[in-house]
């Protein structure tokens, strides 16, 4: 059993069905105060995908915003420009990175 995702992109791209491998998030949750009283919380993922039809892996980053306002309500916002990388382009990323930093 597997899950499956369908990525849909725009500029003229075809859908792209994918398996979730991995999923990972941070061991701590940053929040800050907005301007209007609100509790704002951070919630990225990096998601391991390969692409059923061609077999590459890729990595996508969605994530979410959590406000929790002063009246005691919740909003969930998701992050519209998550990121969708294949994973040699993100992991020369990542090394070029680890080398400058």
């Known amino acids: 059993m ?7 992109f725009g500029v003229d791209d075809e859908p792209r069905p994918c398996k979730v491998l991995a999923s990972f998030m941070p061991d701590e949750i940053i929040g800050w105060d907005n301007q209007e009283g609100s509790k704002v ?10 692409n059923i039809d061609t077999k590459e892996s890729c990595i996508w980053s969605p ?18 420009y998550a990121s969708f990388v294949n994973i040699d382009s993100y992991l020369s990323t990542e090394e070029a990175k680890n080398e400058k930093c």
């Open 41 to 50: 919380e951070f919630y990225p993922f990096l998601i391991v995908v390969e």
């Open 2 to 8: 597997h899950i499956e995702l369908i990525y849909n």
């Open 63 to 80: 994530y979410w915003h959590v406000f929790r306002h002063p009246n005691g309500t919740i909003e969930r916002k998701y992050g519209q």
